[in-house]
């Protein structure tokens, strides 16, 4: 109970005592006596003493309670983690505790009555008057940010906390030290400056592993933004089917053990593209230990890493390569320990000596080969060792039943430091090398004793250095001594009878414009001024890179041949003039036998026609039969006037010798249409009826030979004859719509009225051809020059 709640009671209690008192006086015999109403006065007034005293102590105790209080208080405003200051209204320190002396690196003491103003810096004084100013104008509480000027001339960024007391006359200040938050701001920011400018990737999660920030370079490579991967695990969405396991669980367990991590895992991007990156994640705490964040910084090495695997491919490729060669390839130290070989050498080793090497074993070991082998290969690895490096050919015995095997062995040492330390070694089995040698050399002799024989030599020419190469063969055709000749396009060029080399000087421009294919027949002129024809051919090479571009080919001394053919054309020449002539004579025999014919046997023929007619109408005729008989004869008669003719025509037609060639050709074609059915068209133009009787002869044999074929073998039903002159050249073209002629049976025996057609072409000096029309049938064409056409009677 309070002080004054117990004297509150202790009147009442005693108003009412007075009151039973006096009531108790009006009414005698009733209620208490008056010795018990002044017992319990009397005790009310002890109980109102004793209330008193416990009043005064209790006053005691409260003010010791606020000394107490003020006491602990002083003790918590001087030892207070922040700082503060009493200051009052014009910023003067009143007081202040420990803290705040040390963040000014001034005694205490010496602070009091000081301005804390004069330790503002002088860009924050104007935001410090302001808190100040708002304190005492009735805020309840105030802050501001300001610097302070420190002792050691280090600015200190602090945070101002501010209220006014009571009686409005003194404020306290709490003051908060937010340096090292304002540097980590800073560092952030600079660090969100390095992130958005750096070319690696930067990623921040939150505790949970859940993207908070990417940079500009993470969207760049993954072509992921920021929107897209916000709150994602960045495992979920960059790892894919190639990504080791090993290093996703190894990513799982550094974050659950909240440690720093740096790991190079193969990512892909959105588009589906493979890249490799080099993590670093760090952890990042509060000052309560507690996990926040995680940072990573990721270096794409995507570049380094395929070269990485290239090289690991090429090393591998390397050994695969080696151990799939035949060829022996092995290292030894210089105490002939084995470094590496390739299996070729292995095996061979192993069957020679029936034990497998393996690397550090002696390769000369004494219970495995003989003295003598052992000093012959210890004298060549030697030679090596001492930094000689040389090529050895050397035969082994592996197998009696297979023979002697030859190989070529490469020593060369192995340097480290400009020491020799080893030598390395390879061997190639050059047994088929040799057989094909030894083959090779017996070839050239039976080729050269064949080139001798069939006069063929061999030459090559580099267009670039216009060098030339000549083999034993050409200087023997060409008569030329291979020790004295000086050989040289020039100089062989010079050997070419001069009316040849303008043809030779075209040859020439054809190679070196790169044709495939190069061939010419010239003379060239023996010192003792004797001709020899020569057949030259040669091959352009297509060079391979650091080639040279050149020719070879064959030359071949022909002069005998020339000659031969000379006589083979003259004996042709003669056959055709001979042949020429008995078709002249031919068909000068079939004129008198068409005219003899036709005069003697056609006028008989007539005359026994008349006779008969006149026995017919002169005498009796008793019998039908006798009638039918006569009209029998006289037809037959008519029959064989008109076969005579006909064989008088085809034997030389008279409009041929009458008319002349056009008339003769649309006559005979006249005639093959209504024989044969076939449709014909005959077109002429500018022909002549004035040509020499055995042009006319020719051309016209040549038609009736071109039907002929079209009624044999064409299958046509339409022939197109033209006859014209164009350019002085006399035209025969006849062209049919059948199934044309193949080019394999032109020369055949059966095309013997081919032949004849060429024959007379050429006796004409005409050019004959047969040919397969792109549209189908034959097309045969006569072109004779006008000059040799014209009559010459």
Same mark, same amino acid.
């Given at each position: 109970m309070d002080h004054e709640g117990s004297k509150f009671e202790v009147s009442i209690l005693r108003r009412k005592a007075e009151e039973l008192l006096k009531n108790n006086q009006k009414k005698p015999g009733a209620g208490l006596s008056e010795v018990e109403i002044l017992k319990l006065i009397h005790e009310i007034e002890v109980h109102q003493i004793e209330l008193e005293l416990q009043n005064e102590e209790l006053k005691v105790a409260k003010d010791r309670a606020i000394e107490l209080a003020s006491e602990k208080y002083a003790e918590l405003y001087d030892f207070a983690p922040s700082g503060y200051f009493t200051l009052s209204k014009d910023g003067e320190i009143i007081d202040l505790n420990i803290?705040?002396?040390?963040?000014?690196?001034?005694?205490?003491?010496?602070?009091?009555?000081?301005?804390?103003?004069?330790?503002?810096?002088?860009?924050?004084?104007?935001?410090?008057?302001?808190?100040?100013?708002?304190?005492?104008?009735?805020?309840?509480?105030?802050?501001?940010?300001?610097?302070?000027?420190?002792?050691?001339?280090?600015?200190?960024?602090?945070?101002?906390?501010?209220?006014?007391?009571?009686?409005k006359v003194q404020c306290l200040v709490n003051v908060a030290d937010i340096t090292k938050l304002?540097?980590?701001?800073?560092?952030?920011?600079?660090?969100?400056?390095?992130?958005?400018?750096?070319?690696?990737l930067v990623i921040i999660t939150d505790a949970k592993g859940a993207i908070e920030y990417v940079n500009n370079a993470f969207e760049k490579l993954t072509e992921y933004t920021l929107e897209e991967v916000e709150g994602k695990k960045p495992g979920s969405f960059l790892q894919g089917p190639e990504t080791n396991p090993e290093n996703k669980a190894a990513f799982s367990r550094a974050l659950v053990k909240r440690k720093a991590f740096t790991q190079e895992i193969l990512n892909y991007t959105r588009s589906g593209k493979k890249y490799w990156v080099s993590i670093s994640i760090n952890p990042v705490f509060n000052n309560n230990g507690k996990l926040e964040k995680f940072i990573a910084i990721e270096q794409d090495i995507t570049e380094r890493k395929e070269g990485e695997l290239q090289r690991e491919f090429e090393h591998q490729d390397k050994e695969a390569l080696i151990n799939s060669t035949n060829d022996l390839i092995w290292s030894i130290k210089n105490d002939f320990t084995l470094i590496a070989a390739n299996k070729a050498f292995l095996n061979l080793m192993k069957r020679t000596t029936n034990y497998e090497f393996i690397k550090g074993d002696n390769i000369l070991a004494t219970n495995l080969f003989t003295e003598d082998d052992i000093d012959y290969c210890k004298n060549q690895y030697q030679k090596a060792l001492l930094g000689e490096s040389f090529i050895l050919e050397t035969e082994m015995n592996e197998n009696p039943k297979s023979g002697s095997k030859f190989f070529e062995t490469n020593f060369n040492p192995i340097y480290v430091n400009s020491e020799v330390v080893g030598v390395a070694c390879f061997a190639r089995d050059i047994t088929e090398y040799k057989r094909n040698k030894e083959a090779l050399i017996k070839y050239n002799k039976k080729l050269q004793t064949a080139q001798?024989?069939?006069?063929?030599?061999?030459?090559?020419?580099?267009?670039?250095?216009?060098?030339?190469?000549?083999?034993?063969?050409?200087?023997?055709?060409?008569?030329?001594?291979?020790?004295?000749?000086?050989?040289?396009?020039?100089?062989?060029?010079?050997?070419?009878?001069?009316?040849?080399?303008?043809?030779?000087?075209?040859?020439?421009?054809?190679?070196?414009?790169?044709?495939?294919?190069?061939?010419?027949?010239?003379?060239?002129?023996?010192?003792?001024?004797?001709?020899?024809?020569?057949?030259?051919?040669?091959?352009?090479?297509?060079?391979?890179?650091?080639?040279?571009?050149?020719?070879?080919?064959?030359?071949?001394?022909?002069?005998?041949?020339?000659?031969?053919?000379?006589?083979?054309?003259?004996?042709?020449?003669?056959?055709?003039?001979?042949?020429?002539?008995l078709q002249t004579i031919q068909e000068e025999e079939r004129i008198n036998i068409a005219r003899e014919i036709h005069d003697e046997l056609g006028q008989q023929l007539t005359g026994i026609k008349l006779d008969?007619?006149?026995?017919?109408?002169?005498?009796?005729?008793?019998?039908?039969?006798?009638?039918?008989?006569?009209?029998?004869?006289?037809?037959?008669?008519?029959?064989?006037?008109?076969?005579?003719?006909?064989?008088?025509?085809?034997?030389?037609?008279?409009?041929?010798?009458? !008319?002349? @060639? $056009?008339? &003769?050709?649309e006559w005979q074609a006249a005639q093959f249409e209504e024989q044969t059915g076939i449709s /014909? %068209?005959?077109?002429?133009?500018?022909?002549?009826?004035?040509?020499?009787?055995?042009?006319?002869?020719?051309?016209?044999?040549?038609?009736?030979?071109?039907?002929?074929?079209?009624?044999?073998?064409?299958?046509?039903?339409?022939?197109?004859?033209?006859?014209?002159?164009?350019?002085?050249? !006399?035209? @025969? $073209?006849? &062209?049919?719509?059948?199934?044309?002629?193949?080019?394999?049976?032109?020369?055949?025996?059966? /095309? %013997?009225?081919?032949?004849?057609?060429?024959?007379?072409?050429?006796?004409?000096?005409?050019?004959?051809?047969?040919?397969?029309?792109?549209?189908?049938?034959?097309?045969?064409?006569?072109s004779v020059p006008l000059l040799n056409l014209k009559s010459q009677n």
């Open positions: 803290e705040a002396s040390k963040m000014l690196g001034k005694e205490r003491a010496g602070l009091i009555k000081s301005r804390l103003g004069f330790f503002v810096s002088d860009d924050t004084k104007h935001n410090f008057n302001n808190f100040l100013k708002n304190i005492f104008a009735g805020n309840e509480k105030e802050t501001c940010l300001v610097t302070l000027l420190t002792n050691d001339d280090l600015p200190m960024f602090v945070h101002l906390t501010g209220i006014s007391t009571k009686n304002i540097e980590a701001e800073n560092l952030i920011r600079d660090l969100s400056l390095i992130a958005t400018q750096t070319d690696n001798e024989i069939a006069k063929l030599g061999y030459w090559e020419l580099n267009l670039k250095t216009r060098k030339l190469f000549w083999s034993d063969e050409v200087y023997t055709i060409w008569e030329k001594d291979k020790d004295k000749f000086e050989l040289t396009l020039e100089s062989f060029i010079a050997t070419i009878y001069p009316e040849d080399r303008p043809g030779f000087h075209e040859l020439m421009k054809d190679a070196r414009q790169g044709k495939k294919h190069i061939e010419t027949k010239y003379r060239i002129q023996l010192k003792n001024g004797s001709l020899k024809w020569i057949l030259e051919s040669g091959n352009f090479i297509k060079p391979g890179k650091d080639q040279p571009i050149h020719y070879e080919g064959t030359v071949q001394d022909i002069t005998s041949q020339k000659e031969f053919e000379s006589k083979i054309l003259d004996a042709n020449r003669k056959l055709r003039s001979l042949t020429s002539h008969a007619s006149w026995i017919k109408n002169k005498c009796k005729i008793h019998f039908k039969e006798e009638e039918e008989r006569m009209d029998r004869l006289i037809n037959n008669i008519n029959t064989t006037i008109n076969n005579v003719r006909k064989i008088a025509t085809n034997l030389r037609p008279g409009v041929l010798d009458d !008319l002349g @060639l $056009e008339a &003769a050709i /014909s %068209l005959f077109k002429t133009s500018n022909v002549l009826d004035n040509y020499d009787k055995t042009v006319n002869t020719a051309v016209y044999r040549i038609f009736q030979e071109a039907l002929t074929n079209v009624t044999r073998h064409a299958n046509a039903s339409k022939v197109i004859i033209e006859l014209y002159e164009k350019n002085s050249i !006399l035209v @025969l $073209e006849v &062209a049919d719509n059948g199934k044309g002629i193949w080019e394999t049976k032109k020369d055949k025996i059966q /095309s %013997l009225g081919i032949t004849g057609m060429k024959e007379r072409a050429i006796m004409i000096d005409g050019t004959f051809s047969i040919k397969k029309r792109k549209e189908g049938g034959t097309i045969v064409r006569l």
